[in-house]
């Protein structure tokens, strides 16, 4: 399926919109790289590890997603495989979470593992998919709210990100995931985030138009 000018219009507003990244990142009691089905997260997640410095750096994500658009077809955790992306970048000591299976869990499972080990976390660097940055502090907020957080990603355009996937199959994903903004905040699982008219004009616009393969059931 092509995407047409007018899809590709509306579904940069919702990149826009979601793309949050704090610039100034700096160094944190931890960076916390969250699992996907994206690659680059570790391989960025690598540079800002050896960039700044962080007393805990943990990989979280189970197996998930495995009759999904977003599924990896990979027979280990997204920890295992973007634990080992990092230490092939010469990044070590990495505390692998292994059961988390969406955006909170890897908060809250992560909590967890350092709370068993009497860590206390202050400061913290959430590291994800550029799109996701929205409701992965909205969630941070929500679920772990006595941490101060920052979130990132890696610089790069709409045009760069979709060059080399599907981006029928990411419009999808990234209209659904803008509409989760809305739904997790009314179920609790994150803060109220604003979105603006045009944005909900612009979601709705892209399901009207088909793309709606990855809404929240």
């Known amino acids: 399926m092509t995407v047409s000018s007018k899809?590709?219009?509306?579904?940069?507003?919702?990149?826009?919109?979601?793309?949050?990244?704090?610039?100034?990142?700096?160094?944190a009691d931890l960076l916390l790289v969250m699992g996907s089905n994206d690659l680059r997260v570790p391989h960025y997640a690598a540079?800002?590890?050896?960039q700044y410095s962080f007393d805990f750096t943990v990989c979280s994500g189970s197996i998930a997603h495995c009759d999904d658009l977003?599924?990896?077809?990979?027979?280990?955790?997204?920890?295992?495989?973007?634990?080992?992306?990092?230490?092939?970048?010469g990044v070590e000591n990495i505390i692998q979470e292994?059961?988390?299976?969406?955006?909170?869990e890897n908060l809250t499972f992560t909590k967890q593992v350092l709370q068993g080990m009497?860590?206390?976390?202050?400061?913290?660097?959430?590291?994800?998919?550029?799109?996701m940055l929205r409701r992965v502090i909205a969630t941070a907020k929500k679920q772990w709210p006595e941490v101060k957080w920052k979130v990132t990603a890696q610089d790069i355009s709409y045009e760069d990100y979709v060059a080399e996937?599907?981006?029928?199959?990411?419009?999808?994903?990234?209209?659904?995931?803008?509409?989760?903004?809305?739904?997790?905040?009314?179920?609790?699982?994150?803060?109220?985030q604003n979105m603006p008219d045009h944005i909900v004009e612009a979601k709705d616009a892209m399901?009207?138009?088909?793309?709606?393969?990855?809404?929240?059931q």
Do not use: C
């Open 118 to 131: 009497n860590v206390q976390i202050q400061t913290g660097v959430l590291v994800q998919k550029p799109f």
């Open 7 to 27: 899809e590709r219009e509306l579904a940069k507003q919702l990149w826009d919109y979601n793309y949050i990244r704090d610039v100034d990142i700096g160094s």
């Open 98 to 104: 292994r059961k988390a299976t969406n955006t909170g």
């Open 47 to 50: 540079e800002i590890a050896k």
């Open 165 to 192: 996937i599907d981006e029928t199959a990411f419009i999808n994903i990234l209209v659904g995931d803008t509409q989760r903004v809305i739904d997790y905040a009314q179920t609790g699982f994150q803060i109220e």
């Open 207 to 216: 399901i009207e138009l088909g793309y709606n393969r990855h809404l929240p």
């Open 70 to 89: 977003l599924s990896t077809g990979w027979d280990k955790s997204e920890a295992e495989i973007f634990a080992d992306i990092m230490q092939q970048h």
